[in-house]
């Protein structure tokens, strides 16, 4: 007998939905395991507007995100106990756990959905040369600075990398008074959604210098300016491009890693594209009856989607513990050109539908999705507008899925004829 | 204020002369230019206890640093102090490094390190199979190890300060007068007087030793660069492992930390004595020179990158002594690698040099040389529940990477030397060490220092005076505090 039938690791958008979905389906003995002092994860931080645009055809804060989903839990046998720090995770679905109110406990689970979401990579993961003075946030930590604390961090400020929060925050210091001088992007493209280049960049005349990078950072005790270099075909700093930029803040969006540290010493097969875990269309990982889903498992723009991925896997953890098992023989998915990675990484073949997610490694115009069986094409997608900053996702009906001869599939793009 | 033994500086040197004199019926007085301690040196070096074959025989380098490696674990056990002994290899890469092997392991046998081996490329492979496989062959120095260097300092200063010593930080010397007394020294926290002074000003010791007019040596610092690798890189070598030395150091080495992450660094350049800059080129470099060692070092897996100024000087050896122009002035500068290792031993030293100028140097009748800090995660889970019993805010972690609880942070808060930035506190509990670098815990570290030292955290620094972290509230407020 299990403590639980199903421990969530994590409150957020991710974990919330998992539990609710799980409970849907008649699963009673729910824990919910959250580290912060409330449900709700990075969302509560997240005070701009924008969210649940598909998931509730409204638009709603981050805050009203999650309150919705917080206020769905009255009337559910689903606990959720905060300040609990989860340290291990065993294959047999043992959870240790840590509090102030309960201290080091192990509990049982018969289904285990990790749901710890990402965190953000920082000055020294990509090594940004200078001074070690003070003034250098990722965007996140600024954004907690100043919607939770309510501090401000700075008040002239370079934003490094163009990533979604990045730009948020370039909007959000702004209306605080400071002075946005410039978002820098190494790559010749923006990594963030196009609607926050436009809402957050172009309507508060925030320069972007894409093809940009910081090459130096210069102060004694607090940030004093930041060099900033073009950046050539290899990325590579072009001498003689150099603009300085007085400033007392630099702001890294340098991108997200899923935080799978409970998941590897478990034991838990990770995929090096995503850094998130092999999954089978379910979102089951490599060890029965441990499911992953949201930021864990692969780093999403929209919540919307990290709710409707959720779900999926809340609903899987509660057909295996009421001895419902996926069918068929395995299935593989892999990645072909123009294609970064896939999520699922393989599934069932008796499955009913397939829904698959991935990035593409380009911007691409009046490209198409193919997807191949050997060298038969088995599905085609058109897609106008497809970029690395974008999640795509493409639907194969089972009836497709019948014709697969091989076991791999490819999923690739096709790019337009000149 | 009147002491009879002030010590400039407290770096680990500083700190290490302050313990061995705090046993002692002295008045002692450490004056510290930064607002914590380790702040300098201590806290940006290789972290190796060197075994002590490179120095040459007959120095006090030599002597100094194997009585240092020799006296470090049952010091780091007494005052609880993370430390490894993990050995060191020295690789010979090109032809004519053997040779060096040869030199290196004849210099070894005479200044009495103990176990040196000469390996073949085969033996050396098997110890650790992440090397080089083209390696010529290695020297094996077992009595080497690993430290916490900057938790060495404070674990001695906080002894010292323990038993009487008395710190003062936030002041530097700017003067210093002769009288007939000794020495009056002046700094922004006002004047300070004693018949004797320690100059264990590191990067600094020459500038300081020209207030009192002797200007017998010059400070050439010479700044290194390193990268700090997530723990995931952390067993990638179980040893320290050296190139063959050059002029310009001992090379860039690549070591395991006490912590379970992977050091890789330094070059070596000139520098200014506080130019704790990294440059392009000096990374591009270590990361050249580490793959020749260890050719599997991921370098993604970075988590931080820092630099460290060594306090070369005009002199070959380490500068230990009374100055020959300023009867009660004592040099102890110069220090550079392996003076970590010799911190101790240089302890000792400075006990002697006193007492050899006619300090009459009583022991005290009671003298408390243990410490104890609590680490949370190697605790075992009934420990763990008792601390929590006793203290709920052991059960609440804040750095979720280095799993550092509320507990530990404040208890730190409340030491003999307590931490007043973020940085202090990471250096005394860890927290923010980790590979999110305190992405997560920044916040949450900041407002248990202002709720503990009972001040805003507008006001809490990320380390030396002038970090700041937050310029004021949001147009709301920070409607928390």
Known sequence: MFDYELIVIGAGPAGLAAALAAHEKGVRRILILERDNQAGGILNQCIHNGFGLHFFKEELTGPEYAGRFVAMLAGTTIEVRTDTMVLELEQNRTVHTVSPLRGYERITAGAVVLAMGCRERTRGAISIPGARCSGIFTAGAAQRFMNIEGYMVGKRVVILGSGDIGLIMARRMTLEGAKVLACVELMPYSGGLNRNIVQCLHDFDIPLYLSHTVTDVVGKDRLERVVVSKVDENRRPIPGTEMVFDCDTLLLSVGLLPENELSRQAGVQIDPRTNGPVVWENCETSIPGVFACGNVLHVHDLVDYVTAESQRAGRAAADFIQGRLPQGQEIRLENGSGVGYTVPQHFHRDTDKLEIFFRVRAIYHNAAIRVMDGDTQLARFRREHMAPGEMENITLPKVLLDRAQHDTLRVEIEEAAQ | ?481
């Open chain 2, 1 to 481: 204020m009147n002491y009879d033994v002030i010590i400039i500086g407290c770096g680990v040197i500083g700190a290490a002369c302050a313990h061995a004199l705090s046993r002692y019926q002295l008045r002692v007085g450490i004056l510290e230019a930064d607002n914590d301690v380790a702040n300098g040196t201590t806290k940006a070096n290789s972290a190796i206890v060197h075994a002590g074959y490179d120095p040459l025989p007959g120095t006090k380098m030599a002597r100094l640093n194997v009585r240092g490696t020799a006296m470090m674990p049952a010091l780091c056990a007494r005052l609880d102090v993370p430390y490894k002994n993990v050995g060191s290899l020295v690789l010979a890469l090109e032809p004519g490094d053997e040779q060096t092997l040869q030199a290196l392991y004849a210099r070894g046998v005479a200044n009495g390190v103990p176990g040196l081996q000469l390996l073949t490329p085969a033996q050396a492979l098997e110890l650790e199979p992440g090397l080089n496989p083209k390696l010529l062959g290695a020297l094996l120095a077992p009595s080497a190890g690993i430290v916490n260097p900057w938790e060495l300092c404070y674990a001695l200063a906080e002894t010292a300060v323990k038993n009487g010593a008395e710190l003062h930080l936030n002041a530097p010397v700017t003067a210093i007068r002769r009288t007939e007394e000794g020495f009056a020294l002046q700094t922004p926290k006002g004047e300070f007087t004693a018949p004797r002074v320690l100059n264990c000003a590191g990067t600094h010791a020459d500038q300081i030793s020209r207030l009192v007019g002797d200007d017998s040596f010059e400070i050439l610092p010479s700044k290194g660069e390193y990268f700090l690798l997530d723990k995931s890189e952390g067993s990638r070598v179980s040893r320290v492992i050296f190139q063959c030395p050059s002029p310009a150091g001992k090379g860039v080495l690549v070591a395991p930390t006490v912590h379970g992450n992977l050091l890789a660094g330094p070059n070596a350049t000139a520098s200014d004595p506080d130019d704790t800059a990294n440059t392009a080129q000096g990374l591009a470099y270590v990361r050249a020179m580490a793959t020749r060692s260890v050719p599997g070092i991921n370098f993604r897996d970075n988590i931080r990158n820092f630099a460290g100024v060594r306090a070369n000087s005009t002199c070959e050896d380490f500068i230990l002594g009374q100055s020959e122009t300023v009867p009660g002035f004592f040099q102890l500068a110069g220090i550079r690698s392996p003076g970590l290792s010799a911190a101790p031993a240089i302890g000792e030293e400075a006990v002697r040099l006193l007492r050899d100028a006619g300090l009459d140097l009583q022991p005290k009748q009671q003298y408390d040389d243990t410490r104890r800090r609590i680490r949370f995660h190697e605790c075992s889970d009934e420990e763990k529940n008792r601390l929590i019993a006793q203290d709920p805010r052991y059960g609440r972690v804040i750095c979720r990477c280095e799993t550092v609880t509320e507990g530990e942070i404040v208890a730190a808060l409340h030491t003999p030397i307590p931490p007043v930035s973020v940085n202090g506190v990471k250096r005394r509990v860890g927290a923010g060490m980790g590979r999110c670098q305190g992405g997560f815990c920044g916040p949450r570290v900041q407002e248990i220092i202002a709720r503990e030292l009972g001040i805003s955290p507008v006001d809490v620094l990320m380390d030396w005076e002038g970090t700041w972290v937050l310029c004021g509230e949001t147009k709301g407020g920070a409607g928390r505090v």
